[in-house]
C-alpha cells in the first residue's frame, strides 16, 4: 500500500469508503509480489495495481463487491487454459488477494495502519485473511504494530484472543525491525504451527519501514550514475567522499545527502541506520580510502558490499586486506570488480551492471540470459518454497478460485 498511501490518506481523511485489494500469496511466475495492492474507493475511481493488468478486472469488481457488502474475501487467480486471457494470469502464475473494506473511523488498526503508512512512521500491518470459519470473526482484523505501540484489535473480547495476539504483535515487531513481509501460521494459542489444519489462523503482515539506503563512497562520475540508478530502484542514496571540491550537492543533485568525511569515518558514525538491506558501492579504487573502509564494511551485516578496479587492483585489495586481518570468508562477501560483466563503457553502462548485480544478489537470480533456461522469471531468496500452498489452509476452506 505504500505506493498508493497518499491517495489513501486523502480518502480516508474526507470520509470515503474504500476497499483495498492486496496480493498476500505469490507462487510460479506471477508479476506482483506480495504487498502489491489496487485501491478502489466508492465512487469507482481506482488506484495501484496487484497484477501488471492480467487480473486487474477481475479484482476491481471483486472491490466493488466488497464495499457493497462491508465483507472481506480472499481469492486465488491462476492460469487458465481454457480462457487465459479472461481472467487467469497468462504468466503462468498464482495469486492470493485479499480484499478488505475500509470505512474510517470503524477500525482503529486500519485508521492507524494508513496515517502511519502515509506519514512514513515505521509499521507492520497485520490482517487476518483465513481461519476456522471465521475464526469467531477475527477475518479482516487488523492491527497496526509499532515499535513501541499496538492500534487496534483481533476482536471485541480480547479474553478469548489474548494469547494469539500478543504472540502476533511479537512476530510482527520482528519482521518490523527486520523488514520483512510475509504470512504468520498461528495456532489460536499463538503457537507457530507447522500443519495447517484445524484451528489456525493465517495473518499477512505487510512492513512499512524506510527505504533501504545505497551508500556510494567516491565522487566520480561513475558514481552520478550509480546515483541516478539507485534512487530509480528506490534506495535513500548517499554520496560520501573526504574531497570538499568534488563531493557537492550541485554534482550529485539526485543524491539524497552529500557528505564530505573520510569513507571509514562516516560509515563508522552510521551504524545505527544500516541494516541487511543497505549496499555499499565503493568507487574510490584509491587504496588509503578503500582499506580502511572495506575492513569494517566486510564485517557488516550489510546486504551487499561492491568495489569498482580492474582485477590488478582487486588483488591488491584482497592482499592488504588480509593483512588487515581479513578472512578468506569476509573476502569473499566483496564483489570486486563491481558489477555483471554486460561488457560496460560510459558511466550508465556501468551503473546498469552495478544495479543488476545487486538485484540479482539481492533476489536470488542466476545472471543468465531469461533464454538461457526454463526455470522461474522472478526470483526472491525471502520466499519460501511452501509460500503458494499456506494461504486457505488455515482450517477454513481454500481462496475462491479464478481460473486455477
Known amino acids: 500500500m505504500q505506493d498508493i498511501a497518499e491517495q489513501l490518506r486523502a480518502w480516508h481523511a474526507s470520509g470515503r469508503s474504500f476497499a483495498v485489494a492486496t496480493v498476500v500469496g505469490v507462487s510460479g511466475s506471477a508479476p506482483r509480489d506480495p504487498g502489491a495492492a489496487l485501491a478502489v474507493d466508492a465512487d469507482g475511481e481506482a488506484v495501484g495495481s496487484v ?105 471485541p473480547t480480547p479474553s478469548t484472543v489474548g494469547a494469539l495476539e500478543r504472540a502476533i504483535v511479537v512476530r510482527a515487531r520482528a519482521m518490523l525491525e527486520a523488514g520483512r513481509t510475509g504470512r504468520l501460521v498461528l495456532g489460536l494459542d499463538g503457537r507457530p504451527c507447522d500443519e495447517h489444519g484445524r484451528g489456525t489462523v493465517t495473518c499477512f503482515v505487510e512492513s512499512y519501514v524506510p527505504a533501504p539506503r545505497m551508500l556510494v563512497f567516491g565522487a566520480i562520475d561513475f558514481a552520478a550514475a550509480v546515483v541516478r540508478i539507485g534512487k530509480f530502484l528506490g534506495y535513500h542514496v548517499t554520496v560520501c567522499d573526504a574531497r570538499p571540491v568534488f563531493a557537492t550537492a550541485r554534482r550529485f543533485p539526485e543524491a539524497d545527502e552529500v557528505v564530505v568525511d573520510w569513507p571509514h569515518r562516516y560509515l563508522d558514525s552510521q551504524l545505527g541506520r544500516i541494516d541487511g538491506r543497505t549496499v555499499l558501492c565503493v568507487l574510490t579504487h584509491d587504496a588509503k580510502f578503500d582499506i580502511p573502509l572495506l575492513e569494517r564494511a566486510l564485517r557488516l551485516p550489510v546486504g551487499y558490499v561492491g568495489a569498482m578496479g580492474s582485477r590488478r587492483t582487486h588483488r591488491d585489495r584482497a592482499a592488504r586486506l588480509r593483512e588487515a586481518g581479513l578472512t578468506e570468508a569476509e573476502l569473499a562477501r566483496l564483489r570486486s570488480p563491481i558489477g555483471l560483466d554486460l561488457g560496460s563503457r560510459t558511466p550508465e553502462e556501468t551503473a546498469v551492471s552495478v544495479a543488476a548485480e545487486i538485484v540479482a544478489h539481492r533476489r536470488g537470480g542466476s545472471c543468465l540470459p531469461l533464454s538461457a533456461s526454463d526455470g522461474p522469471i522472478h526470483h526472491d531468496l525471502s520466499r519460501t518454497e511452501t509460500e503458494g500452498d499456506e494461504v486457505g489452509a488455515a482450517g477454513g476452506p481454500a481462496p475462491r478460485t479464478h481460473a486455477a
Do not use: K, M, N
Not at 60 to 71: D, K, N, W
Open 51 to 155: 497484477s501488471g493488468g492480467c487480473v486487474e478486472g477481475a479484482v476491481y469488481e471483486l472491490c466493488r463487491a466488497a464495499l457493497a457488502s462491508g465483507e472481506p474475501v480472499l481469492e486465488r487467480f491462476g492460469y487458465s487454459d481454457e480462457d487465459a486471457f479472461a481472467v487467469g494470469l497468462t504468466c503462468g502464475g498464482v495469486l492470493d488477494v485479499f480484499v478488505q473494506p475500509v470505512v474510517p473511523g470503524a477500525d482503529a488498526g486500519l485508521d492507524t495502519g494508513i496515517a502511519h503508512i502515509a506519514a512514513g512512521t515505521p509499521v507492520a500491518l497485520v490482517r487476518v485473511i483465513a481461519g476456522p470459519g471465521g475464526a469467531g470473526g477475527l477475518v479482516g482484523a487488523t492491527l497496526a504494530v509499532t515499535a513501541d505501540g499496538v492500534a487496534g484489535a483481533l476482536s
